[in-house]
């Protein structure tokens, strides 16, 4: 039976919204649309890490081609460590297999993204003022800013971490500083001596203490897309934090504070940046976790149809030090739309509940593995301890339950096992293997 034909709708059109978007579309909902607070589709940030997992759900859909065309392509490891004042190799973490990960501009992924999504599925300038129920029609209603009101039976809260649907809930709690400030930039390669030019086509963690700077390789030659994604993760107090949003600027010298006295090449990375930056300044972020949400929804005792769920950083927020923020929420938006299409009855609550228990332990560990790998990112022991201390192979084995998981294998899985369906459905994983999560002929 599922919820195919039910009016639902996306409130937040970043990456998790657009990403639950492609994700509905493959399992065919019927009725769905996105409302966006932005006049148009932006992203901001210094790009983004999309590791083995997620791309396996994006390949799945058809992402990938789009994808591949402006993001790096075969990267030779997932990520070599250097020292932050010598510049010496301490060691790197291979890669998790196929498909492998790909750096890719925030921007370049949304477009692909919304290559896929009906211009007519799409309202944009719709800021959420408030949600309410119509007891005469048996539906939300959702009130924006403008003035206009939609109705609704299913509302899919990703508007992020200061999430207007998650209030609606009653989880007004406020997220916690994490201790971290990161700062966003680009460094053209042409800005760049060859030989460090070279060693930043590969993704490097400069670790130093309590800080590290990581470089992502972002795009590609064939595309005229590459650079380099500088994200610097700096220690700070909260105190310093001017803005009242959770992202704003800072002046580029901020970060070289920071690290003035490191190696060669994160000193040419400082002038890359100002000569990349009309006005010296770079985007600044203060790095906010939550404790896990106990419950990430609710559905109307009166109308068992009815209900709204969380996804992505409105509920399972993460630390980015696994680069798993977009690929959990990507993760989660194809659970909720398969289990959505695929659910047996009308029981909505049945069908959240599935989808919670199924998706809930794994971004609970996430989020705590991730502040943990943060603090072995960013060295917080004597120095002199490094040598006896530090091993990325550690660290690889501590991410490899993330990266090799198979969302499309347990999902299939669980929704036969919870329905007491068999598996001669028909199935689709998008790359020609075996299937995996079926879908509508």
């Known amino acids: 039976m599922g919820f195919a034909n039910k009016r639902i709708a996306v409130v937040g059109g970043g990456l998790g919204g657009m990403a639950f978007m492609n994700s509905a579309m493959h ?37 990938g081609p789009d994808m591949l065309w402006k993001s790096s392509r075969d990267p030779p490891c997932y990520m070599e460590y250097r020292h932050y004042r010598t510049g010496e190799y301490l060691g790197q ?50 009130s924006f800013e403008d003035g206009s009101k939609v109705e609704a039976d299913i509302i899919i809260g990703c508007d992020g971490i200061k999430s207007v649907v998650r209030q609606y809930l009653g989880l007004k709690e406020n997220p916690v500083y994490s201790g971290q400030m990161v700062y966003r930039g680009y460094v053209s390669y042409d800005d760049l001596t060859p030989e460090t030019s070279a060693l ?62 490191w190696t060669g090449a994160v000193q040419e990375i400082i002038s890359g940046l100002k000569k990349g930056s009309a006005d010296g300044s770079m985007l600044k972020q203060a790095l906010y976790v939550r404790e896990p949400t106990q419950k990430w929804f609710d559905v109307r005792q009166d109308a068992p149809g009815s209900g709204i769920i969380l996804i992505g950083d409105s509920v399972h927020s993460t630390l980015p030090h696994q680069g798993q923020g977009a690929c959990q ?13 695929n659910w047996k009855d009308a029981d909505l609550g049945s069908a959240l509940r599935f989808f919670q228990d199924f998706r809930k332990p794994r971004t609970d560990r996430i989020t705590k593995s991730s502040y943990e790998t943060g603090k072995m990112a960013s060295a917080d022991i004597p120095e002199e301890m490094w040598a006896s201390t530090f091993d990325p192979e550690v660290i690889r084995e501590r991410m490899k339950w993330v990266m090799e998981y198979d969302l499309l294998g347990e999902l299939a899985k669980q929704l036969q096992t919870s329905q007491g369906t068999d598996s001669t459905q028909e199935t689709m994983d998008g790359t020609g293997g075996a299937p995996s999560v079926k879908v509508a002929s």
């Not at 963690?205 to 309590?210: A, D, I, K, T």
């Not at 929420?329 to 959505?340: D, H, R, V």
């Open 93 to 142: 973490i291979d890669e998790f297999g196929e498909p492998r990960s790909r750096q890719i501009h925030r921007a370049h992924l949304l477009d692909a993204l919304k290559k896929n999504v009906p211009d007519e599925r799409i309202s944009l300038e719709k800021r959420l003022q408030g949600i309410e129920w119509c007891t005469e029609n048996s539906c939300y209603v959702l």
């Open 200 to 261: 930043l086509r590969k993704t490097v963690n400069f670790r130093g203490p309590q800080r590290h700077v990581l470089t992502l390789p972002i795009g590609n030659d064939e595309s005229k897309s590459a650079r380099v994604g500088i994200i610097g993760f700096m220690t700070e107090p909260l105190e310093r934090w001017t803005s009242e949003s959770w992202l704003s600027t800072a002046p580029i010298d901020d970060l070289y504070e920071h690290v003035k006295d």
């Open 27 to 63: 399992a065919e909902l019927r009725d769905i649309h996105i409302y966006e607070v932005a006049p148009q589709f932006t992203e901001v940030g210094a790009g983004v890490n999309i590791t083995r997992n997620a791309n396996k759900v994006l390949d799945a859909f058809g992402i």
């Open 329 to 341: 929420a990507i993760e989660s938006g194809f659970a909720l739309a398969q289990t959505l299409k």
